[in-house]
């Protein structure tokens, strides 16, 4: 170890030079070489982040364009269901309507016959007491015939 010691201290002057030449040449290639590719690659990751801002707003535009079409189809396609919609509704509308009208006469049409049901029935009450009646005056006839016929 003493050895290393005396050695580094009889030799400190070339050390020390030959570590500023080192040293020089390392400020020569930080300064030349280094420093131009670091201003480089800045430069390049700026193009690089200006082209990615620049395709980032592009998509954006076609996004916005896009979302208008549709919007604008949307808007289209919906005031067609609406048309169509209208449209059937009222044909419903106007369907109803004529059911309307035919159960309005089919009612009519029931209360027709419930009077006549009605009727009917009334007339045969009628008929059983015309019926009786009859029998009655039958038999009255008979009885008088009988009454009036000579005695044998």
């Known amino acids: ?10 030799n400190a002057g070339p050390i020390t030079a030959t570590l500023a030449v080192l040293g020089g040449f390392a400020a020569i290639i930080q300064f030349s070489v280094v420093r131009p590719m670091q201003q480089g690659f800045t ?9 990615i801002r620049y395709i980032d707003q592009r998509f954006d535009d076609q996004d916005r364009s896009i979302n208008q079409r549709f919007d604008a189809q949307d808007k289209y396609i ?23 009208a035919v159960n309005q006469r089919f009612d009519a049409q029931d209360r ?24 009655r005056i039958d038999t009255l006839t008979e009885q008088l015939q009988t009454a009036d016929a000579p005695a044998p």
Not at 1 to 10: A, E, G, P
């Open 43 to 51: 430069a390049v990751n700026q193009r690089i982040d200006d082209q």
């Open 1 to 10: 170890m003493r050895k290393i010691w005396r050695w580094t201290q009889d």
């Open 112 to 135: 027709r016959v419930e009077d006549l049901v009605r009727d009917v029935s009334e007339l045969r009450k009628l008929n059983d007491r015309v019926i009786r009646n009859e029998t």
């Open 78 to 100: 919906n005031q067609r269901f609406d048309a169509q919609d209208r449209s059937i509704n009222q044909r419903f509308d106007a369907v109803n309507q004529r059911f309307d």
